[in-house]
């Protein structure tokens, strides 16, 4: 594709809900990457995908947040349980193997918890 | 966490005029590169700087890095309306480092 694509934009949740968001990275980008993004704030990693590799979740910030990776390509970040802090924009980006330091970035989901 | 850490928080300034930004961090760096943010939505690769360089052009924009003060800074020159954005510093500690740390942002308004 053009470019990693998110869905939704916008997501309002109510809290104690599930919610899922959604990640296509560019074809053929074997690394794919979540960050959180709280207002006024820089970027907080989360996880990484890597081809058919393990992920790694160091930066998940509890185990109600998961991810998963299909067919190393799209990905979907499930937060359980939501909570008020939660409210973040959650940006996904991608990058060819080896180039860890060229990520292409998403348009985010602006997720607000009520 | 946060390793970059930009300076100043918000900078306003006049269409025509340049604009400079700074990021220092704390821990040894393999590179630095700048990001820009508009409308709080999807973060565009702007430059990339490796540690063993000290300066790098790319149209309007020039940075430079001086990895014995740990920190860098960028020249947006001649801004533009569009310029108007967020702009972040992140740091990779080694070249395999997917996991960038990104400072808090400068929030650049030019205005008309």
């Known amino acids: 594709g053009a470019g990693v694509s998110q869905s939704p934009s916008n997501k309002v949740t109510e809290k104690g809900k599930d919610v899922e968001l959604r990640c296509d990275p560019i074809s053929g980008h074997t690394a794919l990457y979540w960050y959180r993004q709280s207002l006024g704030q820089g970027l907080e990693f989360l996880i990484y995908f890597q081809g058919n590799s393990a992920p790694d979740k160091s930066g998940l910030p509890s185990d109600r947040f998961s991810a998963e990776r299909t067919g190393g390509s799209v990905s979907t970040l499930t937060i359980q349980r939501t909570q008020q802090e939660d409210s973040a924009v959650y940006l996904c980006?991608?990058?060819?193997?080896?180039?860890?330091?060229?990520?292409?970035f998403g348009p985010g989901t602006r997720l607000t918890v009520t | 966490s946060q390793q970059g850490e930009e300076d100043p928080q918000a900078l306003s300034i006049q269409e025509g005029e340049n604009a400079t930004m700074n990021c220092s961090y704390k821990t040894s760096i393999n590179n630095l590169q700048w990001y820009r943010q508009n409308s709080g939505r999807g973060l565009v690769h702007l430059i990339l700087?490796?540690?063993?360089?000290r300066e790098k052009h790319s149209g309007r924009l020039r940075v430079t890095l001086d990895t014995s003060k740990k920190s860098s800074s960028l020249l947006i020159t001649a801004s533009r309306a569009a310029d108007t954005a967020s702009y972040f510093c992140?740091?990779?500690?080694?070249?395999?480092?997917?996991?960038?740390?990104f400072g808090a942002g400068t929030t650049v308004t030019v205005r008309a």
């Open positions: 700087i490796r540690s063993n360089e």
């Open positions: 992140a740091t990779a500690g080694s070249s395999n480092d997917y996991k960038l740390s």
């Open positions: 980006a991608s990058s060819s193997g080896t180039a860890f330091y060229e990520q292409y």
